[in-house]
Structures are given as structure tokens and as C-alpha cells.
């Protein structure tokens, strides 16, 4: 029971601590392998701060996420890279889909019918440095992006690198920090899947040493318990 209640507070520190902190990205996919209309991952709410990560190279160039719009709702988005050398050229862009928007020219891939497109691009911009302390990764981010939906209905976000050059990329739209105890106990999985996608070793950051922390705090309550016990 001790070691049950140790490792339950420091689960709702955990909670306090990625409530209270810059790190919002709530992972939506890492590495989640061809995307396309039918496939897309689905945002349950836009306001909420999720990320994707991609790697885009033959057969998964493109990552598509899908949302529900409201008309006049913001849409707020960033795109970014992992901090590595090989990829430091490497702009992805991103195209907004839905009703009520211009018609789409110029894009590499078809759109569901009735719908039109915005194109965000990262050319010529030069990224900002971001550490993100605790996954402990380190990326390239671009300006922020924003929109205001014109409709109802159905929305599409298409990542890619319109070169066409292999690369990874992430998008992250939203801006509210929401984290509920299922993203946290799915967090060791996160911070793995995460340092590897930034190519670093798996395990690390504050909260991947805040869990092992955790872990061996459970460990030691439930030997005392267990010695006293006996």
C-alpha cells in the first residue's frame, strides 16, 4: 500500500509539473508510416497543443491529419524539424483542407472533392533553436501559423517537404496545455518514441528522469512495506 501511494503522488506531481510547463506538445503520431484522406489522423480538438512527427521518405511523403471545424474557430499551428545536421535545408510545408476555401492549385496530391486549400511554407524562413528540456530533444521550429475557418465541416492538415528530398518534420497545432493521467502513464512510451525520432539516446530529459525517480521511489516503498511486514 505505501509503495502504491509513493508512486501515486509522484504521478500527480508529474501532473502538475507538464500542466504547469512550456512543454504542451501532446504527441498525436511518431512515426506513424503513410497517411492519406482515409487514413488521416484524427485531433479531437484543435485548441488542445498536439505534435506529429514524420519521416517522410518513398511511399510516406505525406502525414495527414483531419480535424471538425467551426466557422470563425482558430486554427494555430507551428512547424519544426529535429535538430540534425542532415536535415538543416530541409522546409516543409503544410496545406489546410476544407469547405469554404480558395481553390487548391499547384498541390503534389489530390483533395477530397468540394474542398479547397491554403498553402503554408516554411521557404526562406530561418528556424529558431528550441530545447525542449523535458524529453531532452532539441529541434528547429518555424513561425507560428493561423487561421480563421470559414465553415463547418471536415478539415484536413497535409504535411510535406515540397522538394521531395527525404526528411523528418513535425506540425503542431494548438496552443492550450491539456494533459490528462492517460498521457501520462503513456509518457515513458512517449519520451522514447520521441529521443529516438531525434535520433538520441531513448531514455532522458526531465521527465524520463522524473519517471525513473518515480519508479524507484514505488521500488523502495514497497520493500520497506514488504520488510515491515515480515
Known amino acids: 500500500m505505501k509503495g502504491g501511494l509513493t508512486g501515486f503522488g509522484a504521478l500527480c506531481a508529474l501532473a502538475a ?6 512543454w ?15 487514413t488521416a ?12 512527427y514524420h519521416h517522410a521518405k518513398p511511399v510516406q511523403e505525406l502525414l495527414w491529419l483531419t480535424f471538425d471545424g467551426k466557422a470563425g474557430q482558430t486554427l494555430d499551428f507551428q512547424m ?11 522546409r516543409p510545408a503544410t496545406a489546410l483542407l476544407g469547405p469554404g476555401l480558395p481553390a487548391a492549385t499547384g498541390l503534389p496530391f489530390a483533395i477530397p472533392a468540394g474542398m479547397g486549400a491554403l498553402l503554408f511554407t516554411s521557404d526562406g524562413q530561418t528556424p529558431t533553436v528550441f530545447n ?3 524529453t531532452g530533444t532539441v529541434d528547429w521550429q518555424f513561425e507560428g501559423e493561423q487561421v480563421r475557418l470559414p465553415q463547418d465541416g471536415t478539415y484536413y492538415l497535409v504535411s510535406y ?15 492550450t496545455e491539456a494533459f490528462g493521467l492517460w498521457d501520462l502513464i503513456r509518457m515513458p512510451v512517449i519520451i522514447v518514441q520521441a529521443r529516438l525520432f531525434h535520433e538520441v539516446f531513448p531514455w532522458g530529459g526531465i521527465l524520463g528522469w522524473a519517471y525513473l525517480g518515480m519508479f524507484l521511489a514505488a521500488v523502495a516503498g514497497i520493500s520497506i512495506t514488504g520488510a515491515v511486514l515480515l
Request: glycine share 14%; aromatic share 8%; hydrophobic share 40%.
Open 17 to 22: 509539473l507538464a500542466g504547469g510547463t512550456a
Open 41 to 52: 489522423h484524427f485531433i479531437k480538438d484543435i485548441s488542445v497543443s498536439r505534435v506529429a
Open 80 to 90: 519544426g524539424l529535429p535538430k540534425l545536421d542532415r536535415y538543416a535545408g530541409v
Open 24 to 38: 504542451a506538445h501532446n504527441p498525436v503520431v511518431i512515426n506513424g508510416g503513410p497517411t492519406d484522406a482515409e
Open 161 to 175: 517537404i515540397p522538394s521531395g528530398e527525404e526528411g523528418k518534420f513535425w506540425i503542431a497545432p494548438g496552443v
Open 132 to 134: 525542449e528540456e523535458f
